[in-house]
Nanobody
Framework: QVQLVESGGGLVQAGDSLRLSCAASGRTSSSYVMGWFRQAPGREREFVVAISRNGGSTYYADSMKGRFTISRDNAKNTVYLQMNSLKPDDTAVYYC???????????????????WGQGTQVTVSS
């Protein structure tokens, strides 16, 4: 098992940048594909991006390409989400998740992930 703890959220203004972190403990995070999801009030959970075990491949939701960047440091058991040019529509709780799957088609769906963090709130004011 792996435990995930997100950090780095907060209140920012439109156009600002923010970097979220997801620290993993327990089983080493390099055993998992790691993903970020978000959920805004009154909306369904939404896939943002995922990264392969060695960081060599990334999988972005089309709407997230260009402004969001995922990376990982397996030596630190940490995954990052760099978010630039933030918009009010980016306001949501952001969740980190870990997947056991080796099927890339599963990485864009929450059902493909076995472990989840508690989430970190990101609020973007206009």
């Amino acid at each position: 098992q792996v435990q995930l703890v997100e950090s780095g959220g907060g209140l920012v203004q439109a156009g600002d940048s923010l970097r979220l972190s997801c620290a993993a403990s327990g089983r080493t995070s390099s055993s998992y594909v790691m993903g970020w999801f978000r959920q805004a009030p009154g909306r369904e959970r939404e896939f943002v991006v995922a990264i392969s075990r060695n960081g060599g491949s990334t999988y972005y939701a089309d709407s997230m390409k260009g402004r969001f960047t995922i990376s990982r440091d397996n030596a630190k058991n940490t995954v990052y989400l760099q978010m630039n040019s933030l918009k009010p529509d980016d306001t949501a709780v952001y969740y980190c998740a870990a997947s056991n799957s080796y099927q890339s088609t599963r990485y864009t769906s929450g059902s493909g992930y076995a472990y989840w963090g508690q989430g970190t709130q990101v609020t973007v004011s206009s």
